[in-house]
Nanobody
Framework: QVQLVESGGGLAQPGGSLRLSCAAS????????MSWVRQAPGKGFEWVSG????????VYADSVKGRFTSSRDNAKNTLYLQMNSLKPEDTAMYYC?????????RGQGTQVTVSS
């Protein structure tokens, strides 16, 4: 079955960096666009970024543009999110999702907390 497992979350200071990973299995990863979404405490889901199946095209939410970079390694069936210049408002549970819009199958999430 389709499985997505996120990792790499944790506590970071404002201005710091984290790199999230999403290991995919149960489907042909290289043929699907993928996305990252997040959910802050008490709020709804926010789409963060989308990446094409080959990785050549990426789109970002305005809230993270210029700070976050999404990439993928299709040989390793893994999606990444490099997060730099982190802000307290980036604190959320981060999920990877199959598909560009974020509305597809999701993993269990990894918590990112940005605090001094």
């Amino acid at each position: 079955q389709v499985q997505l497992v996120e990792s790499g979350g944790g506590l970071a200071q404002p201005g710091g960096s984290l790199r999230l990973s999403c290991a995919a299995s149960g489907f042909t990863f290289s043929t699907y666009s993928m996305s990252w979404v997040r959910q802050a405490p008490g709020k709804g889901f926010e789409w963060v970024s989308g990446i094409s199946s080959g990785g050549s095209d990426t789109v970002y939410a305005d809230s993270v543009k210029g700070r976050f970079t999404s990439s993928r390694d299709n040989a390793k069936n893994t999606l990444y999110l490099q997060m730099n210049s982190l802000k307290p408002e980036d604190t959320a549970m981060y999920y990877c999702a199959r598909g560009f819009s974020g509305g597809g199958v999701r993993g269990q999430g990894t918590q990112v907390t940005v605090s001094s």
